[in-house]
């Protein structure tokens, strides 16, 4: 059974920066096309950036020039280096193989002052 990982979430300032890192226990993560996703309170989750194995991002709009997502196949990581928190940046960050129902624990992000 894979597992995932998530770590790096925590409270920050407006304005402010976190990474936020994903390991996963899988011999072939290099195949995978990972994702990142978040749920605010009270909302829908939501996909906030895909990096195929190959490299290749993909973001949602509202995230787009203040997300970078990038993974480290070596280390078995996916990343996601957020820049520029709003406070509407606030939820549990979720990392997911696309191709597999299995879904990290997730990490708290909050943004307040």
């Known amino acids: 059974q894979v597992q995932l990982v998530e770590s790096g979430g925590g409270l920050v300032q407006p304005g402010g920066s976190l990474r936020l890192s994903c390991a996963a226990s899988?011999?072939?993560?290099?195949?995978?096309?990972m994702a990142w996703y978040r749920q605010a309170p009270g909302k829908q989750r939501e996909s906030v950036a895909t990096?195929?194995?190959?490299?290749?991002?993909n973001y949602a709009e509202s995230v787009k020039d203040r997300f970078t997502i990038s993974r480290d196949n070596t280390k078995k990581t996916v990343y996601l280096q957020m820049n520029s928190l709003k406070p509407e940046d606030t939820a549990v960050y979720y990392c997911?193989?696309?191709?597999?129902?299995?879904w990290g624990q997730g990490t708290q992000v909050t943004v307040s002052s």
């Open positions: 997911k193989i696309m191709s597999s129902p299995i």
């Open positions: 899988t011999s072939i993560f290099n195949l995978y096309t």
């Open positions: 990096i195929t194995s190959g490299g290749l991002a």
